[in-house]
C-alpha cells in the first residue's frame, strides 16, 4: 500500500503540475496567492512531503458487481419504508440482504443516531449529482444533438423517437423522476391502489352526524 500511495501521489501531482503550466489550472479566493509559479512549486514541495493515504482493495465480486450495486443508488434512496420493520425506544430495525453470505435476508437494529448518520452518509453534498451527463447527452442540448445523430445514422423520423415530456401532474412527475410506482401497494407490492374517492378541504367536518332521534 505504501508503493500504491506513492505512485498516486506522484501521478496526481504531475498531472497537477501539468494543468498549473498550460493555464488550464485555475485559482479563485483564498487560493489566489497560489496563481504564482514559486507560490504554487513551494506548496506542491510541501504536500509532496506528506504520505498520502490510499486505501484500495480487491472487490468482493466482479466488475459487473460493483457497477449492479452502485446502480440501485441513482433513482433510489438509501432504505424504503418497506424495509423498516419497527421504530421504538430510540430504535430502528430493518431489513437488510447480506450478499456476503448468499443474499440471505435478515434483520438490523441499530440505534436512532447511528441510523441516521448511516442514512446521511448517502446524501451527496451541495453541488453534487447523482448522474451527470457529457457530449450529446448533456442537458442543455441534448434534444438537439440526439436529433443530430439519428439524422446522420440515417433514422426514419427523429421526432419519432424524441424523449418523451415529463409529465406536469405532481404524483406522475415523480414516478418520471424516481423511476418507482406510488400506486403500488406498500404491503403486498404487487397489486396497484386505485383512487376511490377525493375528499375536499372541510369534508369530514362537513359531513352530518347520524340521526339517533
Known sequence: MAVLSRLFRRLFLSALQKSFDTGELQFFSSLEPLRDP????RYLNEVRRI??????????????????????YTHRVAISNSRIVDIEDGRVRFRWKDYRHGSQRKVMTL????????????????????????GFLGNRYRKQKLARCRELLGMISADAHSEPE???????????????????CPS????????????GPGSFSAARSPDTS
Open 188 to 199: 403486498c407490492h404487487q397489486g396497484r391502489m386505485v383512487c376511490v374517492e377525493v375528499l
Open 38 to 41: 514559486a507560490a504554487f512549486q
Open 51 to 72: 504520505n498520502w493515504v490510499v486505501y484500495a482493495k480487491p472487490p468482493f465480486g466482479s466488475a459487473e458487481q460493483v457497477v449492479h450495486y452502485v446502480g440501485r
Open 166 to 184: 415529463e409529465p406536469s401532474d405532481c404524483p406522475e412527475k415523480t414516478e418520471y423522476r424516481t423511476a418507482t410506482c406510488l400506486r403500488q
Open 111 to 134: 440505534d436512532a443516531g447511528e441510523f441516521i448518520r448511516r442514512f446521511l452518509i448517502h446524501i451527496l453534498p451541495e453541488g453534487f449529482k447523482r448522474i451527470r451527463y457529457y
